[in-house]
């Protein structure tokens, strides 16, 4: 195999690693947009547990896709010479932006609520609804995770498709 045969390769392969990353992570942050958080709204005390008990795994989840994602496309960058593929990378540092200064602090207050409370969306002055709104507080700023990354990957496909 040539040297030029290797790059090709090498770099069809990182394209698609990102693309495939890049849908992971869009895939379930739409997923929980759509459909696991709609259904934690729909009753907040026990939309409070359910969240305590799957932040952290989807956290973990979601913080490694963004990793690949934003590595291997600066690394698919700088090999194809082509600044279009360090838009993953600056996609996923805007998501981390917004979820480390907005989404974060929301996780935070949520996973402090008592386990003891009778009702896990007493935020501990006995207002129901403030747990409601950070809830519903928490799901707008997703949603916005959920857009930006799915633009990004739309756009990254047409640059497959088009053999980009």
């Given at each position: 195999m040539t040297t030029t045969t290797t790059t090709t390769t090498t770099s069809a392969t990182l394209k698609l690693v990102t693309a495939a990353t890049l849908g992971l992570f869009s895939g379930s942050a739409l997923y929980m947009s759509a459909v696991e958080h709609p259904a934690r709204l729909a009753n907040p005390p026990q939309g409070i547990r359910l969240f305590k008990a799957t932040?952290?795994?989807?956290s973990v989840?979601?913080?490694?896709?963004?990793?690949?994602y934003m590595l291997v496309g600066a690394v698919t960058g700088v090999l194809t010479k082509d600044p279009e593929w360090f838009i993953p990378t600056v996609v996923g540092l805007a998501i981390s932006a917004?979820?480390?200064?907005?989404?974060?602090?929301i996780n935070n207050k949520m996973l402090a609520l008592p386990e003891s409370s009778t009702d896990l969306a007493?935020?501990?002055?006995?207002n129901v609804e403030k747990?409601?709104?950070?809830?519903q507080r928490w799901g707008r700023l997703h949603w916005g995770r959920s857009l930006i990354s799915s633009c990004a990957l739309v756009?990254?496909?047409n640059k497959l498709v088009k053999g980009q």
């Open positions: 932040i952290i795994p989807a989840m979601q913080g490694s896709l963004s990793l690949t917004l979820t480390l200064g907005w989404i974060l602090p007493v935020d501990g002055s006995g747990g409601k709104a950070m809830l756009y990254m496909i």
